[in-house]
């Protein structure tokens, strides 16, 4: 077979066209696949981003209120003795400090009133210095003063001895209030000496 030189040029320019067409049409949507691939594997990591940042923005959630106090919680006053602290001894060597009063109104089954019950602590400190008597310290011959002028005796007390220059706590010291009727004055007694403090309910 033989060819004509003169159409050479003219057959490698058709087949350095056809070439070019190939390769458009082949990379043409190649580029165009790599493009969208890039911009939707960007929106799926947009969306994770904004799915972290949503869940560590996430307000915490506020806790749950304490429960309120119950309804049937039985009625407590306040109680303040004026003063709460006293001197009592023939030579004034045992200071009494009332603490931890409580008051708490007292009902039986059916909702009746039965009183109130009133508790307290003493801190007994012995004045005396080191190397002095020690003294001995007891609540059963306190007397509850109420505002009918009645006097009342403690349910149960305590007692203890009080080393010269400390303090002993004497704990549990508990009165019965009857029905109606409230608390006036506190009258202390220690070595034949006598302290009245006055006791107020709110």
């Given at each position: 077979?033989?060819?004509?030189?003169?159409?050479?040029?003219?057959?490698?320019?058709?087949?350095?066209?056809?070439?070019?067409?190939?390769?458009?049409?082949?990379?043409?949507?190649?580029?165009?696949?790599?493009?969208?691939?890039?911009?939707?594997?960007?929106?799926?990591?947009?969306?994770?981003?904004?799915s972290d940042v949503s869940t560590t923005q996430e307000p915490a959630k506020k806790e749950e209120a304490p429960s309120s106090t119950?309804?049937?919680?039985?009625?407590?006053?306040?109680?303040?003795?004026?003063?709460?602290?006293?001197?009592?001894?023939?030579?004034?060597?045992?200071?009494?400090?009332?603490?931890?009063?409580?008051?708490?109104?007292?009902?039986?089954?059916?909702?009746?009133?039965?009183?109130?019950?009133?508790?307290?602590?003493?801190?007994?400190?012995?004045?005396?210095?080191?190397?002095?008597?020690?003294?001995?310290?007891?609540?059963?011959?306190?007397?509850?003063?109420?505002?009918?002028?009645?006097?009342?005796?403690?349910?149960?007390?305590?007692?203890?001895?009080?080393?010269?220059?400390?303090?002993?706590?004497?704990?549990?010291?508990?009165?019965?209030?009857?029905?109606?009727?409230?608390?006036?004055?506190?009258?202390?007694?220690?070595?034949?000496?006598?302290?009245?403090?006055?006791?107020?309910?709110?």
């Amino acid at each position: 077979m033989k060819i004509n030189t003169g159409d050479l040029p003219g057959f490698y320019f058709l087949l350095k066209n056809f070439k070019l067409m190939i390769m458009k049409n082949i990379f043409i949507p190649m580029v165009a696949i790599a493009a969208l691939s890039v911009v939707y594997s960007c929106k799926g990591k947009n969306k994770e981003a904004a799915s972290d940042v949503s869940t560590t923005q996430e307000p915490a959630k506020k806790e749950e209120a304490p429960s309120s106090t119950p309804a049937n919680e039985p009625k407590s006053y306040t109680v303040t003795f004026s003063p709460d602290t006293v001197l009592l001894g023939k030579n004034k060597e045992a200071l009494v400090k009332i603490k931890n009063a409580k008051a708490i109104a007292l009902q039986d089954p059916d909702g009746k009133d039965e009183g109130i019950e009133l508790t307290f602590d003493l801190d007994v400190t012995n004045k005396a210095k080191v190397g002095g008597d020690n003294f001995f310290f007891r609540t059963d011959n306190f007397r509850l003063t109420l505002d009918n002028n009645q006097n009342t005796t403690e349910a149960s007390g305590n007692s203890g001895t009080v080393k010269a220059e400390s303090t002993s706590e004497i704990t549990g010291i508990k009165y019965k209030i009857p029905a109606g009727a409230r608390p006036k004055t506190l009258n202390l007694f220690h070595d034949e000496t006598r302290a009245s403090v006055s006791v107020e309910l709110k």
